[in-house]
């Protein structure tokens, strides 16, 4: 059997040889082909039929709140007046656009400043002491502030009550503005809204005439101060270039710079050689610290040392003939002359490693000496420079900021001459480019609340949520639930599904009745292994599982059952020494068995131990009693080897009940030795992270793969359910069951 490859089937009803010249050379790389899906409408009615309490909870809680949200509030109404802003803007530096177009980001800018003052706090308070609305009880009752005393607080209060229920909006690419007031009076609503507009229109035209005549005044006194200034820097600039004897030469002089102002080649130079001689002291420290840390180091201990290639080749052949001398040590004394040929050859290695490494650090302070050198020239460079750079550069920086000073008055004086003159003239065609073309109407209705649309986005919200409830609860359960599971996150065969029992039917009764769904379910297990225990030679087949209690034991006592019925002689073996049940499950007695067996200072052999099973036809050997040894330890040894062999010898099939997978040696080490491995997924108790943990360490321990059986499955709770709850249920008319052999003839037959 070693040597072979199985898988199975397009049919996937048993299992087939695969040479190993072909592409799947084991279990780990077979693909089953399930086929890709788009929206699985019968996966998400699964999820919607395993969460439909939640969900339904979900929705009924979001019912509720839609319900209170259209009972409990009280009647909001709110009024509308609509008012159109033209794009005109105040010219006061002469800086702003005239006209920005209709749509441009200038407009938009425009009107969104505009609702910003129309919602301010300024804006608000003129609204209130217009209506009077500190002393009005109705409103103050609406806003919760009737208790408040009369006074600074109160009138603060009120303001921001008028903010808070004031709603303004710009629909896109117009010059409108609505101004929305919500209230639980219609009346007052109307009567605030229509307020709002109208404070609004009389402070902006307020503020446009107070900017224009507030811009005339203060262009007139920089007009004076700027006239004055601008004469006396004229004045010093002449007197200054007198006095030093300069002349504005432009480029001619020197090199202009990027503002304008002379910039010598002396100037260029210094400024270049100090960038230079910044590099060079940086180099300096750097190779400073680098020969610091060389001397304060030993030798073997730097960096540069041991990436040198040449300290890496020879102590790795140090490394080398330390391993052969410690070899050598173990077989001869030390005078031998391979142990004394080898200890010069260490010591010269030893020798060659030293030379190279002190040339390592000297070659740091070789670095080290001429950065400083260089660092050196550089600084009596620049200095040289210096003095011949401040005497060039002491009448330039003077001459420069008066002509700066001059330029920047005369335009300066320029600007506002012309501004005054715009603004003079503006004063008298003040217009307001603000007007209402809509006045709020009392409403007749409520805006809040709306039934209709109340429920209608708490039932939108609550089947959202619970449909985003129920997915995130179905893509959080790792749990392996049915055979899609095992087709698509295994890429292993599947072998066969073993329901959950039902009612209060026994595993006894189950298993002993050749007509359950049980035994059905065995019998298709046991033909996908045909090929396998169907063979002149002997055959050992593990069965094994992530975890304990997953049914591993029930489905090993069935194959041997049905190995059994066909005439083989059939050892089961009880392989998991420290948990292991098969005796209980058949009723046998455990006073010897494998433990034992594999102890030392047994002298029972494999006979000895091995009982009979009448019931279900097979030998038992089971786990024996407690050793002091570890399992593991026992299953490693060469006795259990030579048991195995033994015991090929005297059946014609062997199944090991063994141990579970994780956590413990045991399943991998009998994984290794086995001809086919089966491993049992408990549907809806084992995860997925486990399971691939599991065959992953079998895998690595060499064992063959064959596929997987999923017990205790329960359709009900399979989002995947694809036709396996009906497979193993499909009944028999009465006279067919009449008709039917015995159960054991059954088992002969398939």
Known sequence: ???????????????????????????????????????????????LVRNRVMMLAIVLVAFVIGLASIWLPKPVYTAQATIQIEPQTARILGTENITPDPGSSENNRMLQTQVDLLGSRSTAQHVARQLNLVND??????????????????????????????????PRDTRLIAVQY??????????????????????????????????????????????????????????????????????????????????SIT?????????????????????????EQAMATPAMSLP????????????????????????????????????????????EMDRQIGAIAGGVRASIGNQFRVAAGQEAALRGSVGALKAATFAEQGKDVRYNILKREVDTNRNLYN??????????????????PISIIDRAQMPSSPSYPRPALNMALASLAGVALALVAGFVRTRMDDKVHGPTDVESDFRTPLLGVVPLLKGDESIAE?????????????????????????????????????????????????????????????????GDMRRGSLHKLLGLANQFGLTDLLAKGSGEGLMDAVQYCEHHGFSVLSRGGRSSVNPAELLASSRFAALLDEAAGLYDAIVLDGPPVLGLADAPRIGGMADATVFVVEANRTSKADVRIALKRLGDAGADQIGLVISKYDPAKDTGAYGYAYRYDYPLDEDQIAGENSPRQLLKEV
């Open 304 to 347: 540069e040392v041991l990436s040198n290639p040449a300290i890496q080749n020879l102590t790795r052949q140090r490394a080398e003939l330390e391993a052969t001398l410690q070899q050598e040590r173990q077989r001869r004394q030390d005078d031998h002359p391979a142990i004394m040929q080898a200890k010069a050859q260490i010591a």
């Open 137 to 170: 009880p109705q409103f103050l009752r609406e806003a919760g502030l009737e208790n408040e005393p009369a006074g600074d607080f109160r009138a603060a209060m009120v303001t921001s009550a008028l903010q808070e229920k004031l709603n303004l909006s710009s």
């Open 510 to 574: 189950a298993m002993d009745d050749p007509l359950s769904a049980v035994t059905e379910a065995h019998h298709a297990i046991c033909l996908a292994l045909n090929p396998i225990v169907q063979t002149p030679e002997h055959s050992v087949l593990l069965l094994t599982s992530s975890s304990s209690n997953e049914g591993k034991s029930t489905i090993a006592v069935k194959i041997a059952s049905s190995l059994a019925a066909t005439g083989k002689k059939v050892l089961v073996i009880d």
């Open 1 to 47: 059997m070693h040597g072979k490859t199985l898988a199975l089937t397009p049919q996937n009803d048993q299992l087939v040889r695969v040479d190993d010249d072909r592409l799947i050379q084991s279990y780990a790389e077979y693909d089953p082909g399930v086929p890709t899906r788009g929206i699985d409408l019968l996966a998400l009615w699964w999820m």
């Open 267 to 291: 100037t260029a130079s210094l400024v270049d050689l100090n960038s230079a001689y910044s590099q060079a002291q940086t180099n300096r420290m750097q190779a400073q610290e680098r020969w």
């Open 182 to 263: 919500d209230s639980h009076d219609p009346a007052r609503a109307a009567r605030i809204a229509n307020s709002f507009a109208e404070t609004f229109i009389n402070d902006s035209l307020q503020r446009r005439l107070d900017t224009f005549t507030y811009s005339r005044n203060f262009l007139h006194r920089q007009l004076g101060e700027t006239k004055g200034r601008l004469e006396k820097s004229e004045s010093s600039l002449v007197r200054y270039a007198l006095s030093a004897g300069l002349v504005d030469a432009g480029n001619a002089a020197g090199i202009a710079g990027s503002d304008g102002e002379r910039r």
């Open 415 to 432: 600007t506002l001459l012309q501004r005054y003159s715009e603004v003079s003239t503006q004063v008298a065609n003040t217009t307001n």
